[in-house]
């Protein structure tokens, strides 16, 4: 008999990744993806610990899924993800009805759990300090897909005072290239046009003995494989961001002109209290030679306001940096304490309604700058890769190289094209405008 499966994808693209290998997995045993939990005969939570928003919103899903076990009692739920391995078998007490807990390393286990279920096993989250398990590419599962990840690294060593990311996510391993290299061959197999290279920190992606081989060298390996039109990575940190990498997007004719890198706090005080090894004056100089390279380059970047400590003084400095660099895209958040990092014993907490504050300022300085920078599309042409159809408007809709979203009217079969579009009209988040081919 078929079975049915519902997974809820939190967080960032390490967990949409993630969400896929326990797809093969499960599509592989004979279910079928449901996008209706009232239907499904295995839910999963794929969840986020990085905010206590995110966690929040997870454990209010988990226990409306859980609601679903009183219709129907063979229903399994499970959780997975980063809020997963933070607090393992805490989780089965506080929630009686979750029937496992899977640690971020231990995707792999999935089927062994599955089977030892009706035994009483619970909780796979262990060991940290090891690379998971990747299962080979399914075939079919990407059929219709124009773009994808592909993990090239895991786990953080930098530790950020802010950060839960360490410590549920373990410390940096990299992929052999290799088979980073035939994952992505194989998702072109099935129609994939781009790929985006996953690590919390790619640039220090390095694989082998002695200096071993880093991230310009496999960007180029990708570079050079047939049928790939387009290569981005995510997320730089930049006390990494090398010379090397840089020139990259001088070289390399697939990668993407955007790269997101987070700065996080304008203020050399905070950015120290951060402990993020770099100045703002250095963070600037990077986004020059970018720009030097690259002179369309899209930079994005992460930021958060409320930092315990953080001045008034402070948040002007956060404020001037994005003046400054005129980002194309911020997302930017209000501090969020987490369990077992070092801030979360600094002090003094910013109260919420200044963080509050603060955050609505910050935003609405980059719906400005963002605005502009679309309203100078305005009257060009962009090359759009065509991902599918537009949500809202009858329309197709696709990213430039820049990763700004374009939506257009078109007949044809453009799906997995990259297409001219002339640009008419935009709004901070979208452009629009008609196919000239
Ligand atoms: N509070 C608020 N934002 C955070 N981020 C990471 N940790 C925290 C925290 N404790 C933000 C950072 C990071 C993004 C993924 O989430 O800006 O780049
Ligand atoms: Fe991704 Fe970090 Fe959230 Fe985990 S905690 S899902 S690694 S953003």
């Known amino acids: 008999m078929v079975r049915h499966y519902f997974i809820a994808t939190m967080g960032c693209q390490m967990n949409e990744y993630d969400s896929d290998h326990v797809g093969q997995l499960l599509q592989h045993r004979d279910f079928l993806a449901t996008e209706d939990p009232k239907k499904a005969d295995l839910i999963i939570i794929n969840t986020c610990a990085v905010r206590a928003k995110p966690e929040q919103k997870a454990y209010s899903l988990l226990g409306r899924m859980i609601v679903l076990k009183k219709r129907n009692p063979s229903l399994i739920v499970g959780i997975m993800g980063c809020i997963a391995q933070q607090w393992g078998s805490i989780l089965l007490d506080r929630f009686p009805g979750l029937d496992f807990v899977l640690g971020t390393k231990e995707i792999g286990k999935l089927p062994e759990i599955l089977r030892r279920l009706e035994q009483g096993a619970k909780v796979f989250a262990a060991d940290l300090n090891r690379m998971s398990t990747f299962p080979a590419v399914r075939s079919g599962y990407f059929a219709g897909r124009v773009k994808s990840f592909v993990t090239i690294m895991e786990g953080c ?60 060298s496999l960007l180029r390996r990708a570079n050079a494989l047939d049928g790939l039109l387009r ?131 910050l935003q609405s300085l980059q719906k ?58 935009c709004s901070p988040n979208s452009l629009w405008g008609e196919v000239l081919d």
Do not use: W
């Not at 410390?171 to 998702?187: D, G, K």
């Not at 129609?191 to 071993?212: A, I």
């Open 157 to 216: 060593n930098n530790f950020c005072t802010y950060c839960i990311v360490p410590h549920v996510r373990g410390r940096e391993v990299s992929r052999p290239p290799e088979e980073i290299l035939n994952e992505t061959t194989a998702l072109v197999a099935q129609g994939v046009k781009e790929v985006t290279l996953l690590g919390q920190n790619v640039n220090s992606y390095r694989y082998g003995r002695g200096h071993g081989d880093g991230f310009p």
């Open 231 to 361: 290569i981005r990575f995510t997320t730089s940190h930049p006390k990494d961001l090398s010379d090397e990498l840089i020139q990259c997007f001088g070289e390399l004719e697939k990668l993407c002109s955007h790269v997101h890198l987070p700065f996080q706090a304008g203020s050399n005080r905070i950015l120290k209290a951060m402990r993020r090894g770099y100045t703002r004056e250095h963070y600037i100089e990077l986004t020059e030679k970018l720009r030097n390279i690259r002179p369309d380059i899209a930079i994005t970047s992460d930021v958060m306001v409320g930092f315990p400590g953080e001045t008034e003084r402070d948040f002007e400095f956060t404020m001037d940096l994005v003046r400054r660099i005129e980002f194309d895209n911020l997302y930017s958040f209000k501090y969020s304490d987490r369990a077992g990092t070092r801030a979360e014993k600094m002090g003094p907490k910013i109260p919420e309604a200044e963080k509050a504050c603060r955050l609505d300022a």
């Open 368 to 425: 400005a700058i963002s605005l502009n920078k679309n309203r100078l599309l305005v009257g060009s042409t962009v090359q759009v890769l065509v991902e599918g159809r537009s949500r809202r408007e009858n329309q197709m809709t696709g990213r430039t190289g820049t990763n700004k979203v374009a939506n257009f009217n078109c007949d044809m079969n453009v799906l997995g094209s990259i297409i001219n579009v002339a640009v008419k009209r």
